[in-house]
């Protein structure tokens, strides 16, 4: 079976700190994608980061960087020097390589940066 | 537009009407998900099509769910005789259906059961 665990439900820093959202995931798939979304209080999520399982390089996109290691299955995402409108529910989610392709999802993490 | 339309945005309806609600995908994109969202909650699956593949219907909830899709164009979620538990945001995302391609979302529709 496969599973996202995020257990980290909510989070609050104040601005300009650093925060890592965690992301635990299982499978028994060989290869598998993994993703990173935002919600913010608008609703509309946005797609952030794919992760193919056999690239184990990690990402950086301006304050936003991943940490993806099979060794432990995690896939962690942090955001340096926090700002205001990074405040959002953030989603991980896993799919498989297989014919069912349904993405599987984390309950979320909560990030309130506050001023 | 570019991206995925759903409507309407916001649906107030009565307990035990039906409720049908749309979504319209980015052009091309084989594979379409409905999901719900209720207040402060995480994503529930409900449904996925992808082209012309018998769709997975295991998250549906009950017999009063249901949803359709035309092809590779738009689809349709209704749901029969509403209940106040059925209150939630409905959200629909497509993805090319390529292995590994990210899902793009709608900004879903808000159904309140009164």
């Known amino acids: 079976a496969q599973k996202v665990t995020q257990a980290q439900t909510e989070i609050s820093v104040v601005e300009k700190e650093d925060v890592t959202l965690d992301c635990v995931y299982e499978?028994?798939?060989?290869?598998?994608?993994l993703f990173w979304y935002k919600q913010p209080p608008s609703g509309e999520l946005v797609f952030l980061i794919r992760r193919n399982s056999f690239d184990e390089q990690n990402e950086i996109s301006g304050r936003y960087s991943w940490n993806f290691q099979k060794s432990t299955s995690s896939f962690n995402f942090t955001i340096t020097a926090s700002q205001v409108v990074d405040s959002a529910v953030y989603f991980c989610?896993?799919?498989?390589?297989?014919?069912?392709?349904?993405?599987?999802w984390g309950l979320g993490t909560s990030l309130a940066v506050n001023p | 537009g570019a991206g995925v339309s759903q409507s309407p945005s916001n649906k107030v309806t009565e307990k035990g009407k039906d409720v049908e609600l749309r979504c319209d995908p980015i052009s091309g994109h084989t594979a379409l998900y409905w999901y719900r969202q209720r207040l402060g909650q995480g994503l529930e699956f409900l449904i996925y099509?992808?082209?012309?593949?018998?769709?997975?219907k295991s998250g549906l909830p009950s017999d009063r769910f249901s949803a359709e899709r035309t092809g590779e164009s738009v689809s349709t979620l209704t749901i029969q005789r509403t209940q106040q538990e059925d209150s939630a945001v409905y959200l629909c995302a497509s993805s090319p259906g390529r292995v590994g391609t990210e899902a793009f979302f709608g900004q879903g529709t808000r159904l309140t059961v009164v």
């Open positions: 499978t028994r798939d060989t290869t598998y994608y």
């Open positions: 989610a896993l799919r498989g390589a297989g014919n069912n392709r349904k993405l599987i």
């Open positions: 099509f992808q082209g012309n593949s018998a769709p997975d």
